[in-house]
């Protein structure tokens, strides 16, 4: 009997599939109430992946030691407040917000990302220079 190979997916397409309806916690809000759109298309071990959609506004963010996100913007603009300053992503660009960060999500126009989640079991060493 053979094993099945894990088949290859694709992170771009959302049809026919329900999304996850969310909207950041009352305390962290700073502006609007947006409404945000989550369809987590894949799930292995500690990465999961999809697509997220949200309207305008603005709320605090605080990733665990242990979680990190890659995001690529499809369409629309974000900014990251963060302690050096912010940072704006558009169409075409990605993002990692590393892990332990702290600061304020804000969503200029509204936008499409694709995204990647990784939740390590213990937070990263940290790394040495030499």
């Known amino acids: 009997m053979t094993t099945p190979r894990p088949a290859i997916v694709l992170v771009d397409r959302t049809d026919g599939i329900e999304p996850t309806l969310d909207r950041p916690r009352p305390d962290r809000l700073v502006a609007g109430n947006p409404l945000r759109r989550t369809w987590v298309l894949h799930e292995a071990g500690p990465m999961s992946t999809g697509v997220w959609e949200c309207e305008v506004g603005r709320w605090r963010i605080v990733f665990p030691a242990t979680r990190q996100e890659y995001f690529h913007v499809l369409c629309g603009r974000v900014r990251l407040h963060g302690p050096g300053g ?7 660009q990605g993002g990692v917000i590393p892990p332990g960060f702290e600061g304020e999500f804000e ?5 499409r990302k694709q995204f990647v989640l990784v939740d390590m079991p213990e937070p990263l060493a940290p790394s040495c220079s030499g």
Request: proline share 17%; hydrophobic share 35%.
């Open 86 to 92: 912010t940072t704006d992503i558009g169409p075409g």
């Open 107 to 111: 969503v200029l126009e509204p936008v």
